[in-house]
Structure formats: C-alpha cells, structure tokens
C-alpha cells in the first residue's frame, strides 16, 4: 500500500494476514496488493489482529 493509503487507514486496500509462531512467541505477517505491510510481534492472535486493524481500520482483511 501507498504511504498515502496508510495515511488514510488503508481506505479501498485488500490486506491479507496469518500468524504463526516465531523466537519471540507469536507473530503476524500481513501483505497487501504491493507487498508485506505489517510484522508484528505478540502474545496471542486476538491481539495481533487488534495491533493491525488499529492503524489500518478502513481496510479490508481477507
């Protein structure tokens, strides 16, 4: 996505995710039609999702 998409929480932005685990417990990678736009560390899933639908809430997460 374009910094200016991001800007605008993602507005008209596919964004696909998955978790999984990694050295540092739980991770979440996310992709949008450009490339990854999201790594994020955690503890579980439920917060993962929450970290990334909060700067990028006008999004749409396949």
Excluded: H, I, K, Y
């Amino acid at each position: 996505m374009t910094a200016s998409q991001f800007r605008r929480g993602g507005a008209a932005t596919v964004v696909t995710w998955t978790t999984g685990d990694c050295a540092l417990g739980r991770c979440l990678v996310a992709q949008s039609e450009r490339g990854v736009c999201a790594v994020l560390p955690g503890d579980n899933d439920a917060a993962l999702l929450d970290d990334l639908r909060r700067p990028l809430s006008q999004c749409r997460a396949a």
